[in-house]
């Protein structure tokens, strides 16, 4: 299930998402200082960081690690007028309802040798753009779906639940608010998220910032950002594209003492896949032996037995029960054994939900 989740750069043209989806996925496709380089979107496979699995992978002697993936999606730019098919954007916002999660590159950076589509920097106005084409798209939508479920509920008189969910939500694209920001029960939400409007998905703005600006944080337009990505139930992650490219240049080491010269914890990119991964509701539960060690990415809030099945389905339908073990409590007794021993290994049953960082075995019938 999860394997195929995917996330899209969006964003105007030239500002920096090619230059960053090249970085996250060590990939080298061209960027140019001109709308609409980008036309078909490039994908890429990109490894969720995850250091426990390293450590396990040494107490397991495992011969290789395989971390948690997903799959990111480089869509070219959008301009204002995209809903209306200006700048190929019909194309565009097609490849976009595609995507789970929205990455939106919002530039903060300023080079007069790199073209803005409007002439300045200004990143809560290109935010607005975007955000406006993404609800005049789903406006029109929810108005098609509407007219649809009318006709078929007219005979019967009674207005369906489904049709209750559509107005509500066209009423709110009206208003020029995002489908995520609407209030709705669970139910209403499966049934409105069926439709697969691109306001429903989340949202990080990756703010794409100087090199200079990228330790300290302190640029007015970021704060600004991070108080606009408040009311919209969105995340801001700042990186700076040029960095995370030049990095790529350099061996493990050199990246490191460059990361700490410029008093820089962590890479930008490995703070957005990160987020990502969180931002789509995922945890990993870890398996680890002498063949490997190895990161299963679920939904949280799954079940022991469908989690099994994540490793194959002949194990979802024999499950018995699972051994669990926190992944605090393995790196402290080293081994399962040890661990069983201490009395912190627990036989959880099929209802039992899953913790990220649960290192499970599990038991079932051949």
């Known amino acids: 299930?999860?394997?195929?989740?995917?996330?899209?750069?969006?964003?105007?043209?030239?500002?920096?998402?090619?230059?960053?989806?090249?970085?996250?996925?060590?990939?080298?496709?061209?960027?140019?200082?001109?709308?609409?380089?980008?036309?078909?979107?490039?994908?890429?496979?990109?490894?969720?960081?995850?250091?426990?699995?390293?450590?396990?992978?040494?107490?397991?002697?495992?011969?290789?690690?395989?971390?948690?993936?997903?799959?990111?999606?480089?869509?070219?730019?959008?301009?204002?007028?995209?809903?209306?098919?200006?700048?190929?954007?019909?194309?565009?916002?097609?490849?976009?309802?595609?995507?789970?999660?929205?990455?939106?590159?919002?530039?903060?950076?300023?080079?007069?040798?790199?073209?803005?589509?409007?002439?300045?920097?200004?990143?809560?106005?290109?935010?607005?753009?975007?955000?406006?084409?993404?609800?005049?798209a789903d406006l029109q939508m929810a108005e098609n779906i509407k007219l649809k479920l009318e006709k078929q509920n007219k005979a019967q008189k009674d207005k369906s639940a489904a049709l209750e969910v559509l107005e509500k939500a066209y009423n709110h694209l009206d208003l020029g608010f995002p489908l995520r920001t609407l209030n709705l029960t669970p139910e209403e939400k499966e049934l409105l998220f069926s439709y697969n409007f691109m306001t429903t998905k989340p949202i990080i703005y990756a703010a794409n910032v100087s090199e200079e600006i990228i330790a300290s944080e302190t640029q007015d337009e970021l704060k600004e950002l991070k108080e606009h990505a408040q009311s919209d139930d969105s995340i801001v992650i700042p990186i700076s594209a040029k960095l995370e490219e030049e990095l790529l240049g350099l061996d493990e080491k050199e990246a490191t003492d460059y990361l700490n010269s410029l008093g820089i914890k962590e890479t930008g990119m490995n703070l957005l896949i990160k987020a990502a991964y969180s931002k789509l509701n995922l945890i990993s539960f870890l398996t680890s032996g002498e063949m490997e060690t190895r990161a299963w990415p679920i939904p949280k809030g799954i079940s022991a037995k469908k989690a099994a099945g994540k490793i194959h389905s002949d194990i979802e339908q024999g499950f018995i029960r699972a051994e669990v073990i926190s992944y605090s409590d393995f790196i402290t007794y080293k081994t399962r054994q040890n661990a069983k021993e201490a009395g912190r290994a627990r036989m959880e049953g099929r209802e039992y939900i899953i913790q990220d960082g649960d290192v499970i075995l599990f038991f079932h019938n051949k």
Do not use: W, Y
């Open 1 to 136: 299930m999860t394997s195929s989740l995917t996330v899209g750069f969006v964003g105007l043209p030239n500002v920096g998402k090619s230059t960053l989806f090249n970085a996250v996925s060590r990939q080298s496709i061209p960027s140019s200082n001109f709308p609409f380089c980008t036309i078909e979107p490039n994908t890429g496979i990109i490894q969720v960081p995850d250091a426990r699995l390293e450590v396990l992978s040494k107490l397991s002697n495992s011969e290789k690690q395989i971390p948690a993936t997903i799959t990111f999606v480089d869509i070219a730019g959008l301009v204002a007028g995209a809903s209306k098919g200006e700048g190929l954007g019909n194309k565009f916002l097609a490849n976009i309802r595609e995507v789970d999660l929205i990455i939106q590159v919002v530039r903060l950076f300023d080079d007069p040798n790199v073209i803005h589509v409007s002439g300045k920097v200004s990143p809560l106005d290109d935010i607005q753009v975007i955000n406006l084409e993404l609800t005049l």
